[in-house]
């Protein structure tokens, strides 16, 4: 008994900061401009609105849609998202907003990563987009904490692809560090992006080989 209550606190837990997340940055998005739509994100090919489209693309199609998508792409998931993400790029701005905002509390899962991977997805778009832009935002320990628990596992961080050899990862803002090597030194949410394969605006790391993480 005792083990299916902590597990459905923790799912509560994670909930709760998944809303959390989706609303703040629906909230963002509504001021946009534009011209901020139409920005380069640091999805290497995105704009931000290609980045919103891909955020709410689980909430706007149903799971025989998506599998015909990715029939299309002859099972390449990547290749799909990112022919999908153009497309629907064009929706009006206001659109892809409420999908998000209107499915705060949703519980989609990405395949095999669970809502811990629900919650990196929707941080690390909305750093994608923040970052870029410059907008001050600050995301909340207790959940970047679960984000990089997840990021930093062995499997992920292969997945992302991330340069990371002889480097020391090294967050200045909390406790928190990750492997061995040369110390890139930075905020916490900035070295989630760099786990993420990333390139990051100059000036926001720091350390000698901090320049592979730098964008052009």
Not at 46 to 67: C, G, I, Q
Not at 173 to 202: N, T
Request: net charge negative.
């Amino acid at each position: 008994m005792r083990s299916r209550d902590v597990d459905h606190v923790d799912h509560a837990a994670l909930m709760d900061e998944i809303a959390a997340e989706r609303t703040a940055l629906a909230e963002v998005l509504v001021g946009l401009s534009p011209d901020s739509w139409d920005a380069q994100s640091l999805c290497a090919g995105w704009r931000v609105r290609e980045v919103v489209a891909h955020m709410t693309m689980p909430f706007r199609y149903s799971t025989r849609r998506f599998v015909a998508e990715v029939i299309k792409d002859r099972g390449r998931f990547n290749r799909m998202a990112d022919r999908c993400a153009h497309r629907d790029a064009s929706m009006p701005t206001g659109e892809l907003v409420a999908a998000l905002a209107d499915n705060a509390q949703n519980p989609w899962r990405p395949p095999g990563g669970g809502l811990e991977g629900a919650l990196v997805h929707d941080v690390i778009h909305g750093l994608d987009i923040t970052v870029a832009l410059g907008i001050d935002w600050k995301v909340p320990e207790e959940r970047l904490r679960i984000v990089l628990g997840s990021i930093s596992k062995p499997k992920t961080a292969k997945y992302f692809g991330a340069d990371l050899d002889e480097i020391a990862l090294r967050a200045d803002d909390m406790a928190w560090s990750f492997g061995s090597g040369d110390p890139v030194v930075g905020q916490a949410q900035d070295l989630a992006l760099v786990l993420s394969g990333r390139k990051l605006p100059a000036g926001r790391l720091r350390g000698d080989l901090s320049n592979r993480f730098v964008g052009v």
